[in-house]
């Protein structure tokens, strides 16, 4: 019964792991009751191998390519003998928000990643990364207006933007 209650520890043991690339960390955590009021606990860490990316692949994407979708991530495959390859999750979690961003200036505002897979291989030495893309509905402008413009001339703004009715919505626009 006390397992349960170190659930948190053990995720944040392993999220310090994660976070320096080795992301096929594991964490036991043994509970021992030494006494009526106290316990001992043993927290069994087995690092793994620290992984290189071998491979970014994208998976569910149509509109966007996935050579498209890998100049948009900074995560990238280790190339040649030890450049690059290292999994930063914080540039990791960017890059799917970038890859969110980018169907978004294409009109697909309701895109997501519906989940990540790592998979491990080479006795653990290298890493494949899966990214799993929902790609959403496309919108466009229904129409574009400018209301309460005081200090210039309606006519003046419409030179000025960009985004006109009847074309793809773009968010960055």
């Known amino acids: 019964f006390y397992e349960d209650g170190w659930t948190a520890e053990r995720d944040a043991i392993l ?29 069994f860490i087995e690092e793994g191998r620290k992984a290189r990316i071998r491979e970014v692949v994208f998976a569910g994407n149509d509109v966007l390519s996935s050579r498209k979708l890998k100049k948009v991530v900074k995560t990238k495959p280790r190339r040649w003998l030890l450049i690059g390859g290292k999994y930063d999750e914080e540039k990791f979690e960017t890059d799917l928000r970038a890859v969110v961003d980018e169907y978004g200036n294409i009109g697909r505002m309701e895109a997501d990643i519906t989940s990540t897979e790592f998979d491990y291989v080479g006795n653990g030495k290298k890493l494949k990364i899966t990214i799993y893309v929902d790609e959403g509905p496309e919108y466009s402008v229904d129409a574009m207006a400018v209301a309460e413009n005081v200090v210039y001339d309606s006519s003046e703004l419409d ?13 960055g626009q």
Do not use: M, Q
């Open 15 to 43: 999220g310090v792991y994660e976070a320096k690339g080795f992301l096929n960390a594991t964490v036991d955590v043994v509970v021992e009751e030494v006494s009526p009021s106290r316990v001992r606990v043993a927290y």
């Open 159 to 171: 030179e000025i933007i960009e985004i006109r009715a009847g074309e793809v919505h773009n968010k």
